[in-house]
């Protein structure tokens, strides 16, 4: 079974680390990534940038470059950046800005919608939210003007998932990911996601699961695989973020 992870963070202390409400992660390098995930069949996935780094992007590139072709960054991005720097990261394979609503440490709220819709304007980049789907009924207005957009971890909580589906049935993409991040079991709300919308559900490893109560583990993946089908799992394993980060969506 092909893989495309989504949702992954590298944590090389090498470059800087910031602290986010005192908590700084521990070493996480591509090596480890590699080490980790060599039992799967990993053709691909997504380098996602936390709130313990900032506005940093040399590590991003760096991780991508030793990664290879098939691997994609999702950058914290100030609204102040040049587009010289902006061309710089979308040649190394960055394809995505990411706002991180729960924690920070990624560009404030209010930049949202105009950074998005100048990214996406100029190179086709979307944008991917780590925000609690309770918070969602509150973004609406701003949201519906943001051209893509994804949402980490299946919105984190069960109360606000009605607001998730809203979101789903207008197109957007929802990883399937951070099992150990959420409130509820996440099979009935993968099924019902995809019913909404078979090409929404991108799964991801969370890997190395920073500040999760749950670590990602092989637990995660056996039970997509037990309550999916072939075809199913192929969207879900692979097919829906490969085509989401090779900007085919």
Known sequence: MKIFDSHFHIINPKFPLVENNGYLPPEFTVEDYIN????????????????????????????????GNNFFGVANIPASITDKELEVLNDANVVAVRFNVKRGGSEKIEHIEKLSNILFDKFGWHTELYIDS????????????????????????????????????????????????????????????YEINPKALMFGTDLPSTRAKIPFSEKDVQLITDNFSTNELDHIFYQNALEWYSRKA
Not at 43 to 51: C, I, K, R
Not at 55 to 67: H, I, V
Not at 139 to 163: C, R
């Open 36 to 67: 980790t995930t060599k039992k799967y069949n990993i053709q691909g996935g997504a380098v996602v940038s936390g709130s313990f780094q900032a506005f940093d992007q040399e590590y991003l590139m760096d991780a991508l470059k030793t990664l």
């Open 134 to 193: 309770n918070d969602l009924k509150d973004l609406k207005s701003v949201l519906q003007n943001i051209p893509k957009f994804s949402i980490d971890h299946l919105g984190l909580s069960e109360n606000g998932l009605e607001d998730l589906y809203f979101w789903v049935e207008k197109g957007i993409k929802v990883k399937a990911t951070g099992f150990g991040r959420i409130d509820f079991n996440p099979i009935p709300v993968m099924k019902k996601i």
